[in-house]
């Protein structure tokens, strides 16, 4: 069984592009979660999506935005990228919402 | 709000010797309690988890911990570590919203 694939692994951008990230989930989860990990903040949640509905939303500037489609696989984007962007950033996708998550290897994202 | 803390933000510690990583964690609600692991350069990989029932919870890899309500706990234990056991270790809580709240993260490190 494939487990959770995040695309592209590494990403360089420049500080004003935007970016837009790709999640796969396990076949048949349907619940996708996002979480930003930085050396300074940690691991923080960003937002989970379920059968396309955004059902829960981290605390993070409009310039984070996600959704997911019928097939369950997720995208995030973030807009008018800055320096302190720069994260590996963690997609983990779940059967149903509160059982175990299961994350992918991320992508990191560089800022320049 | 919940929140989680991890006391130790390294332990260095000598194989096949026992270990303990510390997670307390505050909340008014019912959690469900979870500890990752994280090599370099992967995602996070479940190691155990109490959602209910025994405070004894077994994982992989011959991790435990126990739930404690009263001190409000989830120490990780393992009675003899390995040198592959060198990686980041993270407690999380999550509640009915089910989004993960993670600690900062203990780095194990295991030496020969």
């Known amino acids: 069984k494939a487990g959770v694939t995040q695309t592209p692994r590494y990403l360089i951008k420049t500080r004003g592009q935007q970016v837009t990230l790709s999640c796969s989930p396990i076949s048949g989860h349907r619940s996708v979660s996002w979480y930003q990990q930085t050396p300074g903040q940690g691991l923080q949640f960003l937002f989970e999506?379920?059968?396309?509905?955004?059902?829960n939303k981290g605390n993070f500037p409009g310039r984070f935005s996600g959704r997911q489609f019928s097939n369950s696989r997720s995208e995030m984007n973030v807009s008018t990228l800055e320096l302190g962007d720069s994260a590996l950033y963690l997609c983990a996708s779940s059967k149903e919402v509160g059982t175990e998550a299961f994350f992918g290897q991320g992508t990191r994202l560089t800022v320049v | 709000a919940q929140s989680v803390t991890q006391l130790d933000s390294q332990v260095p510690v000598f194989e096949e010797a026992p270990v303990e990583l510390r997670c307390n964690y505050s909340?008014?609600?019912?959690?469900?309690l979870f500890w990752y692991v994280q090599y370099p350069n992967q995602g996070l990989q479940l190691l155990l988890k109490?959602?209910?029932?025994?405070?004894l919870v077994k994982g992989i890899n011959g991790f435990e911990a126990e739930f404690n309500k009263s001190q409000t706990s989830f120490h990780l234990r393992k009675p003899s570590v390995h040198i592959s056991d060198t990686a980041e270790y993270f407690c999380a809580v999550s509640d009915s919203s089910y989004k993960l709240i993670f600690g900062s993260g203990t780095r194990l490190l295991v030496r020969p």
């Open positions: 109490y959602l209910s029932g025994s405070t």
């Open positions: 909340s008014s609600v019912s959690v469900y």
């Open positions: 999506y379920f059968s396309e509905t955004q059902r």
